[in-house]
């Protein structure tokens, strides 16, 4: 009897699965999944760093770990001019600051950001094959859903964020936690708050977690040591590290004060709702689930640790840029978590392992492979191929970053930040709506050494009509002129990139 095409494939696949499924490949499966993730993520964000595209808060961590080496106080003048602990407690940067005496920070720092999204894929695996016992092929898929996943993309290509090491160990103190491994469920968990401090809500929703698996103690320990971390920060810590930075800003129609707000959010819960299930935030939620299917709402109780802190994320007013990238760690982890537990769900239980109808999983990957083309940053319609190239432009930049003087104190466009990080005064020049007036020349000169500006952030988009693009320039050499009746001049003009030295 003739074997048919479809079923050579089928036993093709069968026998790749069997060899999967053993006891040595299902050890070794995970790590070489996140050897492999981490090259590529590591080759897209040094990509990016090369072509000279990083993003403020990436000069800003450059910064901090300059004045950490040099013993001074690590003020972030390049964004916030406070601290830069004072955010989010990352005190897991500090260690990372000091060894960057031995290795060029922004590589380091890149480099451990993109080994931790890779190396969530460990626990990731774990999470399918015990707790969910999905087989191998499943497996793979759920860690191949996870690396197309647009926010772990956003996450490694957005600069550099303390937080974004948090999600292997959420991951990890999940299973952990699941499993009563309870020693690497603390270590785990410890390390998740030292990167964000309110991630110890996080942890705290773990515990209660543990706590309903029958392990009461230990999920009560860990709903204490969360809450008292998330609160002794943010009550405690946070007002001695310096002012301007403050949760409490997104939540400025509550109150203005801890209390005041909570007492706001108590008084008005129709605003708070209002707020939460507002269209942004649906938006929001969509982004989130969608690649994955919805699976976790199958099993939602795996998200339900993080609904308390992702409520209060969602009762805020902040940018899109935080929503979509910071702030979705800790609910990242936890879709992860959940989502196993969903193709679980729809699958059927053998003696050992749940097998599920291939063609789940195939809408699964298509779902995961639609996202990531449409709105991950290294999607091929951004032709991430051709990152990591330098052009005239970019030789221009270096050249301005070695003519200016070390202990100058610099205000300079975006794409000079990374370069000029490493300095104790550094601030972003902004330039405002492309069509509006011109900076302030007065302001922009306070107190500044050096001004790098890059005349193409005065231009509109692309598209724009001559006449657009005519004003754009006008307001630049307005803003240059100003300058120098201050009394700065230019000392190096090259491909669009001017040093203007007082």
């Known amino acids: 009897m003739t074997v048919t095409f479809r079923r050579r494939v089928d036993n093709i696949i069968l026998r790749w699965q069997g060899r999967l499924d053993g006891d040595g490949a299902d050890r070794l499966a995970p790590y070489l999944v996140a050897g492999a993730l981490f090259v590529v993520l590591l080759s897209l964000s040094l990509a990016q760093a090369r072509s000279l595209d990083g993003a403020p808060d990436l000069a800003a ?138 991630l110890g809500f996080a942890v705290a929703g773990l515990g209660v977690l543990v706590m309903v698996q029958g392990y009461r103690r230990r999920g009560g320990l860990a709903v204490a040591a969360g809450l008292i971390w998330a609160f002794g920060f943010l009550l405690v810590v946070q007002p001695h590290l310096g002012s301007g930075v403050s949760q409490l800003q997104a939540y400025a129609a509550y109150g203005s004060t801890p209390w005041s707000v909570m007492w706001g959010m108590l008084s008005n819960p129709l605003a708070v709702l209002e707020q939460v299930f507002s269209r942004e935030n649906f938006q929001l939620l969509v982004y989130l689930f969608a690649p994955v299917l919805f699976l976790p709402f199958l099993s939602p109780r795996y998200l339900l640790p993080v609904l308390p802190l992702q409520l209060i994320y969602l009762a805020g007013d902040f940018s899109p840029a935080t929503r979509y990238g910071t702030q979705a760690v800790a609910i990242t982890a936890f879709i992860f978590m959940a989502t196993p537990q969903g193709l679980s769900r729809l699958g059927r239980r053998n003696v050992e392992r749940v097998t599920l109808d291939r063609r789940v999983l195939i809408t699964m990957m298509v779902a995961a492979l639609s996202f990531f083309v449409l709105y991950g940053p290294s999607s091929p319609y951004n032709h991430p191929w051709e990152w990591g190239s330098q052009d005239a432009a970019d030789g221009a930049r270096l050249d301005a970053r070695d003519g200016t003087d070390v202990n100058a104190r610099v205000r300079a466009s975006d794409s000079m930040l990374s370069l000029l990080a490493e300095r104790a005064v550094l601030t972003r020049l902004d330039a405002g709506a492309a069509l509006g007036p011109a900076p302030d020349a007065d302001a922009a000169a306070l107190d500044m050494d050096e001004i790098v500006i890059d005349r193409r952030a005065f231009l509109p988009v692309d598209g724009s009509s001559d006449l657009a693009m005519s004003i754009a320039g006008a307001r630049e050499h307005t803003f240059e002129v100003k300058l120098e009746a201050l009394g700065f001049r230019v000392v190096s003009d090259a491909q669009d990139i001017v040093v203007l030295r007082r």
Do not use: K
């Not at 894929?121 to 793979?140: F, Q």
């Not at 490694?156 to 499993?179: S, W």
């Open 61 to 198: 961590y450059t910064q901090a770990a300059w004045s950490i080496r040099h013993g001074l106080a690590p003020i972030a003048t390049v964004t916030t001019g406070s601290n830069i602990f004072a955010a989010q407690g990352a005190a897991v940067f500090y260690p990372l600051a000091q060894a960057s005496r031995l290795v060029p920070t922004i590589p380091l720092l890149l480099t451990v950001q993109s080994a931790a999204l890779a190396l969530a894929v460990v626990p990731l695996w774990r999470v399918c094959r015990r707790l969910a016992n999905l087989r191998s092929g499943a497996s793979l898929l759920v860690l191949a859903v996870y690396a197309l996943y647009p926010i772990v993309q956003t996450l490694n290509l957005d600069g550099f964020h303390p937080e974004t090491l948090a999600l292997p160990f959420l991951i990890g103190a999940g299973y952990f936690g699941l499993t009563q491994h309870w020693r690497r469920f603390a270590a785990c968990c410890l390390i998740a708050m030292m990167c964000r401090a309110d």
